[in-house]
């Protein structure tokens, strides 16, 4: 299978996985939602194995940001720690995760799996007038 033509379709997941979540990001946290763009570029994101296999990583604590970490998985039950902040602003935390579940990344996924679909559809009917 010609795994170039299957890439893009899957950087393009990535690149909607990486705006869905640096918008659902807080936006008072200095410079964790340009941070978060600019280093979740779906080159960095995407890893293919050798097996013909994908992973895609979004990063929500990368260098120059990891405070981010905070944001995502609120820590502690006291005064002072983010889990009694999230009480206060529940939207701004969990933005990794919200942006797996949300619409347009499923539907970014979708496109994929279409796209993988036609893509070995068209290499066996190659593979079958080989022979």
Known sequence: MASSKIQLPL?????QIRNVAS?????????????LRSYNTPDRMVKFGK??????????????????????KPYGSGNGTTATIKKRYPQNFDYADKAY??????????NYVKALGQQIGLDLREAVRAK
């Open 51 to 72: 097996n013909g296999s994908a992973e895609i990583t979004f990063y929500f604590a990368p260098p120059g940001a990891t405070y981010g970490k905070y944001w995502n």
């Open 101 to 110: 579940q949300d619409p347009t990344v499923k539907k970014a996924i979708a």
């Open 23 to 35: 918008a659902l990001a807080p936006r008072k946290t200095g410079n964790l939602r340009n941070v």
């Open 11 to 15: 950087k393009n997941v990535a690149k």
